[in-house]
């Protein structure tokens, strides 16, 4: 059974990976809108991702003895200013999350919840990967810089590789 306090941070928690699933999903559409089939696809994958990590938490909650809440979802930003932009907020959205995870997990220990302390041990490796990823994609068009023809590679590779690590 679930404290109310941890039922609580974890439905929020729930909006938050819902939202985050929101916001990939305009970016997905943003580049495909430009034409970037492969930052497209990969987008859409992330935010099937983000929907996964919702459902994940909505029926431990349940589980639980708690109650998951469907939140009710903003509008996501509809433009993004470039490809650059896209990844720059990317990682700072997944840094934000990491911390939203890591509160939850000390509030916890502060509760002495250890099932669910032990339950957001996968939020918490999924979360250093997902910045890694964010990182190592920052750093590669760091590489690529303003070559047309290095986008043009990015794009085609993150279409090939049907990333599995979104
Ligand atoms: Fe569910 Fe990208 O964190």
Redesign the pocket.
Known sequence: MVSKKVESALNDQVAK?AM?SQIYLAMASWAEAQGLEGVAAFLYRHSD??RM?TLKLMHYINERGGHAVVPALAKPPKDMKDIMDVFKSILH??VE?TGEINAIVDLCLKEKDYTTHNFMQWYVA??IE?ERLARTMLDKLNLIGSDKGGLYLFDRDLMASGNTTA
């Open positions: 990976e985050s991702e983000e990590h959205q997944e999350v999924e979360q997902e």
